[in-house]
């Protein structure tokens, strides 16, 4: 059974740092893309960042560049998000997810994810 658990959400200040974490259990991811997601309250799932199967490629959205950085421990079957420069605007759940496809520019979308995390909260205070 796959399982994906999202943590290391929580409250921080404007300009403040968060590393969220994503374990996979039931199989090994290491041939696909993994991702973050994110949605905020009455708005639609966006794409936050990709890394390809190895590592080796990753991809952000315009929104994050510069602050966000995602990693991978294949060995740990677990994907990092660190978030620095927070912002008010980016309060949401974040979501990790797995890829069905190996590389990153076939992953900005959902509808590419086949497995989900169940979510963790961030917020941001002004």
């Known amino acids: 059974q796959v399982q994906l658990v999202d943590s290391g959400g929580g409250l921080v200040q404007t300009g403040g740092s968060l590393r969220l974490s994503c374990a996979a259990s039931g199989r090994t991811f290491s041939g696909y893309a993994m991702g973050w997601f994110r949605q905020a309250p009455g708005k639609e799932r966006e794409f936050v960042a990709a890394?390809?199967?190895?590592?080796?490629?990753?991809i952000y959205a315009d929104f994050v560049k510069g602050r966000f950085t995602i990693s991978r421990d294949n060995a740990k079957n677990t994907v990092y998000l660190q978030m620095s420069n927070l912002k008010a605007e980016d309060t949401a759940i974040y979501y990790c997810?797995?890829?069905?496809?190996?590389?990153?520019?076939?992953?900005?979308?959902?509808?590419?994810?086949?497995?989900w995390g169940q979510g963790t909260q961030v917020t941001v205070s002004a």
């Open positions: 997810a797995v890829s069905r496809y190996t590389y990153v520019s076939q992953s900005t979308t959902a509808a590419a994810y086949d497995y």
């Open positions: 890394i390809s199967g190895s590592g080796g490629i990753v």
